[in-house]
């Protein structure tokens, strides 16, 4: 959530003000939406001289709240991260961006170490990035976080704030309290209810959302593809189980002339037709999972990691219910052929030729 400018007049202040988050703003949400779980402000002061020794360069420098790695996907490589003490007695720690921590300090452990930001000593407690390399997560790798409160005391910055993440407690939809947390802040900053602007915000539920229902669409579809596939194979093994019927017709006769009962014929018609969809499709399994294994070694060998695919697997409890169904199937495909079998009269099949 972050400040827009205004786009109506409201209450004598003329549209195109862009209101000013405090710190007071997030005790507020605090206190008047329960049901907000988490939430960390950040301050940007932007790119500031940083030294260890006599190395050196400009980083982004942000004052942060400890909520901010349980809300945003950042993860620590070394040490820890902003706690509630350095918070509450405004310490002077910072936590190193991964590119950051390998400029100033190499392959030395930097925990512990002193740098200097715009010439005020900070002692490194961490280092975090992201969880994954993106063109919009490459800033926090250079970034260096400092506890808010010792920005607002140590560089004069007053109680402002940038922007803010929030997220909702358990069993409760982002979408309910995003119109809360506005709807505080407008009355707040006296902007209009009805501003479409002023406060703006991102809701990554919707995009998510979007995600969960495209991947559902391409499951259901993959379901329609597999069941139609499974039809036309139970289709086809019928014919041939058919045509195997008519073509020993003469020996289900003899076995029915010699004591065999319409139950052994059936029997051993839907043995035949289950062998042969559990063996063709158990088949294409083991060829399915030996394909998957050869993309995913060859993703491996030549460092191919792709974001949203990695590590293909064949789930266990699918091929599990591929089999059964497989079994099913065959059984489906043979019953008619073997329904057929077991009305074979044995003085007709004897004469046929």
């Known amino acids: ?13 003329q549209p195109g003000r862009r209101p000013q988050l405090r710190l007071e703003d997030i005790t507020a949400i605090r206190q008047n939406i329960r049901e907000v779980q988490f939430i960390a402000p950040r301050l940007s002061i932007g790119a500031q001289p940083v030294y260890h020794q006599d190395i050196g360069d400009r980083y982004e420098i942000r004052g942060e709240l400890e909520d901010m790695i349980r809300i945003e996907a950042l993860q620590l490589h070394q040490g820890r991260y902003i706690n509630a003490l350095d918070i509450e007695n405004s310490r002077k720690v910072a936590i190193l961006g991964k590119r950051t921590a390998e400029v100033l300090f190499g392959e030395k452990d930097c925990i512990g170490e002193y740098i200097r930001i715009k010439g005020v000593e900070f002692r490194v407690a961490g280092v975090f990035g992201p969880l994954q390399i993106k063109p919009w997560t490459e800033d926090d790798l250079e970034a260096i976080v400092i506890p808010l409160t010792t ?20 069993d409760v939809r982002v979408s309910t309290i995003e119109p809360q947390v506005k709807a505080l802040l407008k009355k707040r900053h006296h902007v209009a209810p009805d501003d479409p602007q002023g406060i703006g915000g991102f809701n990554l539920e919707a995009e998510y959302q979007s995600i969960v229902n495209l991947f559902g669409g391409i499951r259901a579809f993959l379901w329609f593809v597999g069941i139609g596939t499974l039809l036309a194979g139970i289709v086809g093994v019928s ?5 195997t019927v008519k073509e020993r017709t003469k020996e289900i006769g003899i076995r029915k002339a010699m004591g065999a009962t319409p139950g052994s ?5 839907l ?8 063996v ?13 294994g050869g993309i995913n070694y060859l993703m491996m060998a030549n460092n191919l990691e792709p974001d949203n695919f990695y590590n293909p697997q064949v789930n266990p409890s699918v091929g599990l219910g591929a089999i059964v169904l497989l079994i099913l199937a065959g059984a489906a ?14 003085v007709a099949a004897l004469k046929d030729e």
Do not use: K
């Open 333 to 346: 495909a043979g019953f008619i052929p073997a329904m057929q079998a077991a009305r074979v009269n044995p």
């Open 1 to 13: 959530v972050w400040p827009e400018r205004t786009s109506q007049p409201y209450r004598g202040f």
């Open 151 to 170: 920005m607002y005391r140590t560089f004069g910055t007053g109680e402002r704030v940038d922007y803010f993440v929030c997220s909702a407690a358990p």
């Open 265 to 269: 014929i059936i029997n051993m018609i």
């Open 271 to 278: 043995a035949e037709s289950i062998a042969i969809t559990s």
């Open 239 to 243: 014919n041939i189980m058919l045509i």
């Open 280 to 292: 063709s499709g158990y088949l294409g399994l083991i060829a399915g999972t030996f394909i998957i």
